[in-house]
């Protein structure tokens, strides 16, 4: 997928956010808070969330473009929040695969957003249970359902299908075996590949020392992140 493809994708996710989600609920939303709006966009990096404006009463949906990226493939969406939800949750059956995934992204952010409007959303405490009564609720009542069907449509309008194939995830134990101490590896991409030696391999990551300009630095990184340096 091209970096134009993922951004096509974000904005087709902050279209549905708007005419799905946000729409059917504008009246009782609006009716604890007056005036108050959502401002879905599409950002350059992974960074993906819901912030809330109290002063201009403005709701911001960000998607970031690497985070459609990552989700197309099992070794890079594996290690989502949303990846984790799907499976344990069993949200869309417990299936992952790239619509589900976006979908679900959606529905998260989302859901971020009622939380934010019913005042259950605290510092140090955003992921609560609170938060996931209204994640549950979506699913339940065929909210995530509409989300996913209409993005599924906007995506083969544009020719951009997106997959329905379930994720085969990559198998821990395999790809810890994989590394070894000491071993010279690199992750990242373009102007932020990070070059270092692995230092040590934990369970699902492993402990890197960075080398050469990021000398000093110190990395856990996923598994299935890592690249043999050449």
């Keep these: 997928m091209t970096r134009n493809q993922a951004r096509q994708l974000g904005q087709l996710m902050c279209d549905t956010t708007y005419d799905i989600l946000w729409q059917p609920a504008t009246g009782w939303l609006t009716d604890r808070l007056p005036g108050s709006s959502l401002q879905c966009r599409?950002?350059?990096?992974?960074?993906?969330?819901h912030r809330f404006?109290?002063?201009?009463?403005?709701?911001l949906?960000?998607?970031?473009?690497?985070?459609?990226?990552?989700?197309?493939?099992?070794?890079?969406?594996h290690g989502w929040l949303s990846s984790r939800e799907i499976r344990k949750r069993g949200y869309f059956?417990?299936?992952?695969?790239?619509?589900n995934l976006l979908a679900h992204t959606c529905c998260h952010e989302f859901?971020?957003?009622?939380?934010q409007n019913a005042g259950k959303?605290?510092?140090?405490?955003?992921?609560?249970?609170?938060?996931?009564?209204?994640?549950?609720?979506?699913?339940?009542?065929?909210?995530?359902?509409?989300?996913?069907?209409?993005?599924?449509?906007r995506a083969a309008d544009r020719g951009m299908a997106l997959s329905t194939d379930p994720f085969e995830l990559p198998d821990p134990v395999v790809a810890r075996k994989h590394w070894q101490v000491g071993e010279v590896v690199s992750f990242g991409a373009g102007t932020r590949?990070?070059?270092?030696?692995?230092?040590?391999?934990?369970?699902?990551?492993?402990?890197?020392e960075g080398t050469g300009r990021s000398v000093g630095l110190r990395y856990r990184v996923p598994l299935?992140?890592?690249?043999k340096a050449g």
């Design 193 to 208: 590949e990070i070059q270092g030696r692995i230092r040590r391999v934990n369970r699902k990551t492993c402990t890197i």
């Design 121 to 153: 959303r605290f510092r140090g405490s955003v992921h609560n249970r609170h938060f996931y009564e209204i994640l549950d609720e979506l699913h339940a009542c065929g909210g995530a359902g509409a989300v996913r069907r209409s993005l599924a449509i």
């Design 53 to 59: 404006d109290p002063q201009r009463k403005q709701h």
């Design 61 to 77: 949906i960000t998607y970031g473009v690497r985070m459609v990226e990552a989700k197309q493939q099992p070794d890079t969406a």
């Design 42 to 49: 599409v950002g350059a990096g992974q960074a993906t969330y």
């Design 93 to 99: 059956d417990g299936q992952l695969s790239p619509l």
């Design 111 to 115: 859901a971020h957003l009622l939380q």
């Design 224 to 227: 299935p992140l890592l690249r």
